[in-house]
């Protein structure tokens, strides 16, 4: 019996894995059509290629499959069955349509939630508590076809993306390995996706990581999650520096008196802050200590402003708390940094452009 032809669309780690799951199988997987690598992306992952070349199996990269020659060329490899996994371009209905066991794609969401790109680092972003992958067919609109199946995982609210990245690839895995044999049958049991609790993101850009102190700092907790290393990373800029925040924790740190700004300004760089792009003080916590909770602003505490003479206020008189502006340096050793809400520790940080430039408390960024 002639086995079923594969034709398979992928990259980045799942798309290796998967791969190499149909190639252990000893399934007959005719061509890989992936991408080459960016020179301007860190490419941090395994890639389908490395698994396709050590069994011997074609590898193509074309800019876009859709044109009239790569259409005629994929007519050619006659396949039955075509299988895309994390592979970035749209595919057109023209080629979906040349595989007569029909086309599949395994996404990394828990459809019909995160349709779209760059799922994972969107879901950490929202908070999201779980995620995973789910396979579903292919059809014009990207992500929208009827499911096969699905697999989720929780998340802890202080996973990177990269972690929680970690915790779907063997969902992939496992929801191929579960489906292959229908999906080469023809007989996989297919559930239309509710449309109506669709949700769609677009890709991100590394502009996107900028941070918008004004938000709570359970936001720009997840934004900084979401987008850490090996992520372009969440930043704020000071003139033509930019300082990258790799890594923050909510503070308790309390304002006095009727304005941070009135303060006797300490000025220098934060301690544990270099320029020139070296990263600084140890990596994040990985998935320790309770879940992340905001500090209300009346319990934002600090003792050297505390202890700061407030003009116009005699030494006997009780301070006032203030609310600080978003974005305002209340310490440098930690530096510490005032949110909607509360304030974050920026504890892992690096200077990026022009030379670190000198930061004082009340300095709003």
């Known amino acids: 019996m002639t086995r079923p032809r594969i034709l398979f669309f992928g990259y980045s780690e799942v798309g290796f894995e998967c791969l190499s799951l149909l190639l252990e199988r000893g399934d007959h997987v005719v061509a890989l059509l992936t991408h080459e690598d960016n020179p301007h992306e860190k490419i941090w992952f395994q890639t389908p290629a490395v698994a396709a070349r050590a069994k011997n199996v074609p590898v193509h990269t074309p800019a876009s499959v859709n044109t009239p020659e790569w259409m005629e060329r994929i007519a050619r490899m006659a396949p039955d069955l075509v299988?895309?996994?994390?592979?970035?371009?749209?595919?057109?209905?023209?080629?979906?349509?040349?595989?007569?066991?029909g086309a599949f794609n395994l996404h990394g969401s828990l459809l019909p939630k995160y349709r779209g790109r760059a799922p994972i680092n969107w879901a950490v972003l929202h908070g999201e508590p779980r995620i995973g992958v789910t396979l579903h067919r292919m059809v014009k609109k990207a992500d929208a076809g009827a499911i096969v199946d699905?697999?989720?995982?929780?998340?802890?609210?202080r996973d990177t993306a990269e972690q929680a990245f970690r915790k779907v690839l063997p969902c992939a895995r496992a929801v191929l390995a579960r489906q292959i044999d229908a999906l080469l049958a023809g007989t996989a049991k297919e559930t239309p996706q509710d449309d109506s609790q669709a949700t769609y993101f677009g890709g991100r850009k590394p502009e996107d990581g900028r941070i918008d102190w004004s938000q709570t700092t359970t936001q720009i907790f997840n934004l900084i999650r979401a987008v850490t290393d090996p992520y372009p990373g969440a930043f704020t800029d000071l003139g033509p520096t930019r300082l990258m925040v790799w890594w923050a924790e909510p503070s308790a740190f309390r304002t006095v008196g009727p304005s941070l700004a009135d303060a006797p300004h300490s000025s220098g760089v934060a301690t544990g802050l270099r320029a020139c792009g070296s990263v600084v003080d140890p990596p994040p916590p990985q998935n320790v200590g309770p879940a992340l909770v905001a500090a209300p602003l009346s319990q934002i505490v600090g003792p050297a402003l505390a202890d700061a003479p407030q003009p116009g206020m005699a030494s006997s008189a009780s301070p006032t708390p203030s609310k600080p502006k978003p974005g305002t340096i209340l310490s440098l050793a930690p530096l510490i940094v005032a949110t909607g809400d509360g304030a974050l520790e920026l504890t892992r940080t690096e200077f990026r452009g022009a030379a670190a430039p000198m930061l004082h408390v009340g300095q709003i960024l």
Do not use: F
């Not at 299988?83 to 066991?101: P, Q, W």
């Not at 699905?150 to 609210?157: A, E, I, R, T």
């Open 150 to 157: 699905q697999q989720g995982v929780d998340l802890d609210p």
């Open 83 to 101: 299988l895309s996994v994390y592979y970035r371009n749209m595919i057109s209905e023209k080629i979906l349509g040349l595989a007569r066991l």
